[in-house]
């Protein structure tokens, strides 16, 4: 499309001329974003078809990936999933590369990154759509620890014997074993299952169980197939320590399935206040603390509007609404403090921005034009995700396009009241923090209320198909030091106190040990010799119930190759017959009484 | 049969000792400690026909074993070093008293025995050094005696890139038995 192409058609939105005209009587605030798609390129296809979007870095090198979920592109079938490999000046796609192209008739959409085996790297479950082309199964694909992946459906059992039309997934530790399960929507063969009118219940298998050793169930657990069904949300609702679904729905009323526990569901939405009216054709719920007041409030979009709902002591009573934009029905919004005010702003994918006004209520806030042409000139917006790709504490929005080229738009706010935190790796052992809680407070006021700054729980993929990057982001106030309260899934809580914002904060469940070096000696006897290499740490004091450490060693990036395992008194090993001239990288990471593996920590010998 | 004045001189000895060696290798000091244990056995023969009866030939064997601990893994690592030495003595007599002092030469054969974390199980070689010894003999009565010297050796072996120096100083103390063959 043309420049000028770009300008009529904005001047055909009249929400658009509205903003322009009345923006400097109502505008609190402002936000600066630039449109730097072209120069990483990362447009996408140029028969386009992207619905899903995952920020994650698959490859451990630090910096954020960018998994682009396809489908229905222009016709083309077996459309691959793109996998933009961040290079810090450049992204390429590396999606078929590394063996995730996913590239199944009809197409993908939704999908998400979790590690599946607790081995600290993003794995990938990737749905495929059915299209009247079998077979259209799902995949599970397990990542080496180097961003390379390989398929491992075959581990589903029963195996896979019908097409399914799934959309929305989620990731969660369901039922509380210490591994993550999965779960996927629409687990029916039809092509176009859009009816207006709710269906029959229909008990399907919709769960991929993990049995916790590489292989999964297929199951059902108490969610019924009631309707079409498009984005999926994943969080605690209901604050009970377990992974709740939400799922937006098109005939049936967009509903919550609370968790008993044990990752059997029921069916929750209208006694939680959520509206039964059917076929209002919601796209996605988001779920986010839009009043500071330590709970999860929402937003609904789909239907040419937006519903914002608060939590009012666990029951959500709907108290805005806003129309999306131009004929948009809406398929996603998301929130994240863009100017680093101390509450969550709205963005509505290929929309506006709205601010917040630390009440929850959303004020349209000023966007340089050129980003807010971006955002608005794509085509078929559909998911947007979050995700700091340039790591400067920010956060920078990608959105897909389904009929155009997707974009990506850096925040260029230039400060440093920002505090970002980084699950290493949680109860389950595995990296990402799924269902992880965070409270930021003021300094020295932990656990007041009063002094809450913010509250966030990672979650995988949520909304319409989107999955933020893994972490949580805070914005803040530079001038002050904060208190952060952490609670894993399974209720075990740490505190880091006095955090200074403009830093990432990295936690785990268990720590890495700690003061880990590497020295080179030799190993003597009167007629031989090795080189061997001294590993020395020191126990973490902020760990309990350590059992053992496991030593690994790194040969490329961050792939972990396990070495050995000592028990807890022993806080040395030796790396035996070792190259001299060979530089060597070791991980060492610690053990808890129940087998849960920490974070490690990492050691180069030169 | 020889005789010194009327008496008879038994002209063989056969003893048994043992004693202390202080091997002058740092790295066998840091692995085996500062000494082992070490047990002698030797035949010798009074020379009858060379500077009036004051040479003697001795054919010893010498059997060291010590456990000791890898430098750095501290796992345990045995070694084991017989020594076969054909020695030439000079004797002073003096009454019971026999002073003796001579060089010798050594062929010396080691076994180091590794862990099986070590990269190879066992080192297994062979060296030639020299010695030199003084010591005496006391005599009890014409059969029975002792016996105490002091050996210094000197041996070098080579095992690839590793050097080990045998070489050291040997303390011992035992019985000797007379005899004619």
Known sequence: MSRQGCCLRILKKPALILTFVLSPLFLSGSLHFTNVTQKNNVGGYSYFGAHGICWVDVNNDGKLDLYIKNQDAKGVLNVENILYINYGSIFSDEAFLRGVSDAYPTGTHGGVFADLDNDKDFDLFSTTTYGNISPSYNHIYENDGTGYFQDITDNISPSQDIDTFSRGVAAADFDGDGDIDLYFSNPLSEAKPFSTQPSPPKQLKNFYMNNGDGTFTWTYRGIEWIGFVQGVSAVDIDQDGDIDIAEAKWAPPSTIYLNDGNGYFHKAGGSLGLPLTINVKDNGMSFADLDNDGDLDFAVIGGHRIDIYKNNEGIFQKYNSMSTVGSNSGFHCCFGDFDHDGDLDLYESGGYFYQNDGQGNFIYVSLNVSALMASLNTVDPRSSALGDFDGDGDLDVYIADRRGYNVLLRNDIDDSNWIQVEVLSDQTGGTGGIGTKLWLYEGGHLGESGFLKGFREITGEYGYLAQDMPAAHFGVSQSSAYDLKIEFLNGEQRVINSIVPGQKIQTAYILPPINLTGERKVNRALFYYENVIQLTWNANPDNENISKYRIYRVEQWRKLDYVDEVSAENLVYHIRNTSSNTQYIFAVTAVDNNNIEGAPAYVTVE | ?181
């Open chain 2, 1 to 181: 049969m020889l005789y010194a004045g009327n008496e008879e001189i038994k002209s063989s000895r056969l003893s048994v000792a043992g004693g202390a060696y202080f091997m002058q290798d740092e790295v066998f000091k840091e692995v085996y400690g500062d000494s082992a244990w070490v047990f002698y056995g030797e035949y010798s023969y009074r020379l009858p026909f060379l500077l009036n009866r004051h040479i003697e030939i001795g054919v010893e064997y010498r059997f060291l074993s010590d456990k000791g601990k890898l430098t750095v893994t501290k796992e345990e690592v045995d070694l084991a070093i017989s020594d076969f030495t054909l020695s030439l003595r000079y004797l002073f007599d003096l009454k019971r008293f026999i002073i003796f002092i001579g060089p010798g030469l050594d062929y010396i054969i080691y076994k180091e025995k590794y862990p099986p974390t070590f990269p190879v199980s066992s080192t297994k070689g062979s060296v030639l050094g020299f010695s030199f010894q003084g010591g005496c003999y006391y005599d009890f009565s014409s059969s029975l005696g002792a016996k105490v010297c002091v050996k210094y050796s000197h041996a070098q072996a080579e095992e690839g890139s590793v050097k080990a120096d045998l070489g050291g100083i040997g303390i011992k103390a035992g019985l000797v038995f007379r005899f004619n063959l």
